[in-house]
């Protein structure tokens, strides 16, 4: 099981980064949040879950250890797989999931891409008992809130929602709705689930 990476960053996409670990390159499938933590050529370190299927393996990237706990604990749900898992990560993150779950809020939990009423119904009712409370620190990426201009906020954001299924138009609305939360060092993992609660809501 591999449960953590640590290296020189080779590339950072729509929907992952590679980490160059022991010579090789390890592409990891992270959150929009995660991977704007991450810059290219500076060294990395991510939690990690490796997810094996008949005919594939995939490697996922997390920016703590409570983040791939969490992730791993929701695919123990029936009907959550890890795509779905972790957009639920993307779009709450551990604490407002935790929250969301205790609480019984299927509505924040219909707010994430692939989870209808049921779904979210079902995953109360399995994880309650199992997730715990919120463990009340706030979720940083590898590199503390990303700062940059306005325009590299916008720029990350909206890829982060085209990466998670919405359409450049959609993505382009939610940005403008989201500016006047960006203050003068933008944290793009909040700014993301701010613009992913704006389309929910829409």
Known sequence: MISSVRGPVLAVTLTGAVVEVGGIGLHLACTPGTLAG??????ATLAASLVVREDSL???GFASDDE?????????????????????????????????????????????????????????LELKD???????????????????????WRGQVHQGLVGLGWSAKEADRAVETVADQAGPVPDVGALLRAALRALSKA
């Not at 604990?73 to 779009?91: F, N, R, W």
């Not at 199992?130 to 590299?152: E, F, L, M, Q």
């Open 58 to 60: 995939t490697l996922f």
């Open 130 to 152: 199992r997730i715990g409370p919120p463990v009340g620190a706030a979720t940083t990426t590898p590199a503390g809130p990303a700062a940059g201009s306005a325009d590299a």
């Open 68 to 124: 791939r706990d969490c992730f791993e604990l929701a695919q123990t749900a029936s009907g959550v797989g890890p795509k779905v898992a972790q957009a639920m990560l993307a779009v709450l993150g551990p604490d407002e999931l935790r929250r969301a779950i205790a609480a019984e809020d299927t509505k924040r939990l219909t707010a994430v891409p692939g989870i209808g009423q049921k779904g979210a119904q079902r995953i109360i």
């Open 38 to 43: 991450l810059r290219t050529g500076q060294e």
